[in-house]
Nanobody
Framework: QVQLVESGGGLVQAGGSLRLSCAAS????????MRWYRQAPGKQRELVAG?????TPNYADSVKGRFTISREMNTVYLQMNSLRPEDTAVYYC?????????WGQGTQVTVSS
């Protein structure tokens, strides 16, 4: 089993920054992709960014140029700059490998205008 523990959410004013972290532990496949998703009230969960270990990151169009995903082994980070009220959501960490899909508990990010 794999456990994902997220941290770093909170309340910030528009234009501010936050850094999310997600540490994975347990039986982790060596080849895996770590991703950040978010879900705002009344909306579907959406992919924010993802990175394969040793691979190139990819981003949703809505966050390109503002968010940066990075990872060190099995810890993934999401640096969020120039935050907007529409970035308000619960952010979830995800670890995917063939046949396995794990989720963190989520961390709330609230951006005030």
């Amino acid at each position: 089993q794999v456990q994902l523990v997220e941290s770093g959410g909170g309340l910030v004013q528009a234009g501010g920054s936050l850094r999310l972290s997600c540490a994975a532990s347990g039986r982790i496949a060596p080849i895996n992709t770590m991703r950040w998703y978010r879900q705002a009230p009344g909306k579907q969960r959406e992919l924010v960014a993802g990175i394969l270990f040793g691979g190139t990151p990819n981003y949703a169009d809505s966050v390109k140029g503002r968010f940066t995903i990075s990872r060190e082994m099995n810890t993934v980070y999401l640096q969020m700059n120039s935050l907007r009220p529409e970035d308000t959501a619960v952010y979830y960490c995800n670890l995917f490998s063939p046949g396995n899909n794990f989720w963190g508990q989520g961390t709330q990010v609230t951006v005030s205008s």
